[in-house]
């Protein structure tokens, strides 16, 4: 069983930045995967990033290529997903994922074991 809490969301106006933690309890993280996901109202899941916790390979959505960037800290076993120049589209849901082992698609919320709970992201214009 793995626990995640997520933290960091809020309300912005577009154009500021936003950092999202989520701490992981319960497994080790080594050779497995974690992801960031988010959910908009009427609209299903979609994958943001995603970082392979051993080796530190990430995967990115194009709609946040060069806006967003996914880390870890080993230390403290939490990801963390730092969100620049937002958008009112960036509006959403965001959700962490742990899932086992670093192979097959990074992208797919189904290939996911565990979730947080979620925390708000608001961007306004």
């Known amino acids: 069983q793995v626990q995640l809490v997520e933290s960091g969301g809020g309300l912005v106006q577009a154009g500021d930045s936003l950092r999202l933690s989520c701490a992981a309890s319960?497994?080790?993280?080594?050779?497995?995967?974690m992801g960031w996901f988010r959910q908009a109202p009427g609209k299903e899941r979609e994958f943001v990033a995603a970082?392979?916790?051993?080796?530190?390979?990430?995967y990115y959505a194009d709609s946040v290529k060069g806006r967003f960037t996914i880390s870890r800290d080993n230390a403290k076993n939490t990801v963390y997903l730092q969100m620049n120049s937002l958008k009112p589209e960036d509006t959403a849901v965001y959700y962490c994922?742990?899932?086992?082992?670093?192979?097959?698609?990074?992208?797919?919320?189904?290939?996911?074991?565990?979730w947080g709970q979620g925390t708000q992201v608001t961007v306004s214009s």
């Open positions: 319960g497994r080790t993280l080594i050779n497995n995967r």
């Open positions: 994922a742990f899932r086992r082992g670093t192979t097959a698609a990074a992208a797919a919320p189904a290939l996911y074991d565990y």
């Open positions: 970082i392979n916790w051993s080796s530190g390979i990430t």
